[in-house]
């Protein structure tokens, strides 16, 4: 096979276990789904010519592939794995974390009526406080124009959150202002706020591309937690999806137990290893 066919985005470092390893640019903690890029077609062929030209470079030393945060039904697995069986090289595949994932069906009350009869969304999240409070309020999204100080809101919302705040290290917000503009440039940013008496109560972080919705990360101020804005938001985010045929609302890692009540269903992501012969 002639021409480039795929493309796996490496880097070298010591992984957990303190191995010279190759790792999925961005991981562990940063992109929530990673894998190399090339059509389910060409990975056998793909992986074929990967492998064996991996294993002859003389720098960087590595001893081990270790990919996290591939989803679980990623056809870049099999081939992986073949392609490591046909060179007599070890495989092995173990399950991480959850990522959640909602099936749209493209109108808002045929929605509600499937969450209605899921035992898990007996009691689907209401947004009745807020609307009982009379307190303004508004949702929005940031799509047509440039983020910029929108960006700095959202997360200056999630570093209310102690853990969020921790992660969001000035190299962090750096990548995070920078993946909001990218996002915009390719027209796939989805950046929404919830404002309750004019002031940014919930914000989420998410992506519209390749007909899914992809909730990547969110912000809630604390002091309007009483009136739950940011599962109000979502529940915006959700009808607005449908309305625009959107096929999947995908909550990404983390089995967090708000996702289920709003009916979502289980997958997972995994972390594929692979060993040359010592």
Request: with cysteine; charged share 25%; aromatic share 14%.
């Amino acid at each position: 096979m002639n021409g480039l066919v795929g493309i796996a985005p490496l880097f070298a470092a010591r992984n957990r276990q303190d191995e010279p390893a190759c790792c999925c640019w961005a991981s562990i903690e940063v992109s929530d789904y990673l894998d190399v890029i090339a059509r389910p077609a060409d990975l056998p062929a793909f992986f074929a010519g990967l492998l064996p030209y991996l294993a002859a470079l003389e720098q960087p030393r590595w001893q081990v592939l270790d990919w996290y945060n591939l989803l679980e039904h990623s056809p870049s697995l099999p081939a992986l794995a073949q392609a490591a069986a046909q060179l007599g090289w070890s495989y092995t595949q173990e399950r991480l974390q959850h990522s959640p994932y909602i099936a749209l069906p493209g109108d808002w009350e045929t929605y509600l009526g499937s969450i209605d009869k899921k035992p898990a969304s007996r009691d689907p999240p209401q947004d009745a406080p807020l609307e009982e409070s009379g307190l303004p309020t508004r949702w929005y999204l940031v799509r047509m124009s440039q983020p910029g100080r929108r960006d700095r809101c959202f997360m200056d919302l999630m570093t209310q959150d102690a853990d969020k705040a921790a992660f969001l290290t000035p190299p962090m917000r750096q990548l995070f202002a920078s993946v909001t503009r990218c996002a915009f440039q390719e027209k796939c940013l989805n950046l929404a706020f919830l404002e309750i008496s004019g002031k940014k109560a919930a914000a989420y972080l998410n992506f519209d591309y390749l007909n899914r919705l992809w909730i990547y990360n969110s912000g809630v101020d604390r002091d309007f937690m009483e009136y739950s804005p940011g599962w109000v938001l979502l529940g915006y985010l959700l009808r607005w999806a449908n309305e625009h045929h959107i096929k999947e609302f995908d909550f990404m890692r983390g089995d967090e137990e708000y996702k289920y009540r709003f009916g979502a269903i289980d997958r997972f992501v995994v972390r594929a290893v692979v060993r040359p012969p010592q």
